[in-house]
């Protein structure tokens, strides 16, 4: 039986669709952003810009009272959500969704490894940079691989999870001494570790897959004048997963509303 409560889907890629579709099949009304004058709950893209999808413009046109929802908000999305005077919740925010969307993040990292490399994963040495929800996902699947799997971290905690999964670690701060013993690095770290000096001592054309946010976490310009492959790759679970990505979505934003009572 539908629930008479009407969910607009900014459907801007195949993860929000899949959305979409979750929440159809879970049996909400649910229309397109066209319908965003009627709608009780938007559902926003992840990540959410304002420039990326008119959010100002579309907010306006919400009814009084309407949630609207996004992931890893910016601060201009939400300083167009209080313009517009609507609730703006970062679903990205939840620890649920961040473990989860890890998942087809990691498969994706894979897949890219995988194809741009000429030897197996198994046996080969690779570092992973960072260890938070992807890095550790990513690393895992690796080392079930039969990777050797070195973690850089630049916490103690995480430095331990990382050995106690049964990987090396080291510090961040080593990077530059630990690089020349891999020709394939993942970044999953949303900061610049990657410069120049750790770049250098890298085996020549190495192969570098960068997960985190823009602007990553790779000198992308002294990866190219040093002639290494160096991937900025973004929003893998849209490209790789997108229908289970998009049931992670709508799973987590009616977790969030029937916490709060709304539905």
């Not at 167009?80 to 961040?98: G, M, N, Q, V, W």
């Not at 897949?111 to 570092?127: D, E, F, I, N, Q």
């Not at 049931?247 to 934003?253: C, K, M, P, R, S």
Request: hydrophobic share 50%.
């Amino acid at each position: 039986m539908e629930n008479k409560r009407i969910f607009a889907v900014l459907q801007t890629d195949a993860r929000q669709a899949a959305a979409a579709r979750a929440l159809r099949r879970a049996g909400y009304c649910v229309a397109g952003a066209e319908e965003t004058a009627e709608a009780d709950f938007i559902v926003l893209p992840l990540p959410l810009d304002d420039e990326r999808v008119g959010l100002a413009q579309l907010l306006r046109a919400a009814k009084p009272g309407a949630i609207a929802l996004g992931g890893k908000v910016s601060p201009r999305a939400k300083a167009a959500a209080d313009s517009a005077e609507i609730e703006l919740i970062d679903y990205f925010a939840r620890p649920e969704l961040t473990t989860l969307n890890a998942i087809p993040t990691a498969e994706g990292c894979i897949a890219l490894l995988m194809k741009h490399r000429k030897r197996t994963l198994w046996g080969s040495p690779v570092l992973v940079v960072g260890y938070g929800h992807v890095g550790k996902a990513v690393a895992a699947r690796l080392a079930a691989l039969g990777a050797k799997v070195t973690v850089a971290a630049r916490r103690v905690a995480q430095r331990a999870e990382a050995l106690s999964a049964g990987c090396k670690a080291v510090d961040t701060h080593l990077l530059e001494q630990t690089a020349p013993g891999f020709d394939t690095v993942v970044n999953t770290a949303p900061a610049l570790l990657l410069t120049a000096p750790v770049l250098t001592r890298l085996p020549p054309r190495s192969l570098i897959v960068d997960l985190a946010s823009r602007p990553g976490g790779t000198d992308f310009t002294a990866a190219r004048a040093l002639e290494h492959t160096a991937v900025h790759a973004l929003s893998l679970p849209a490209l790789c997963a997108p229908e289970s990505a998009g049931e992670f979505v709508a799973t987590t934003v009616l977790e969030i509303l029937a916490e709060r009572g709304a539905l």
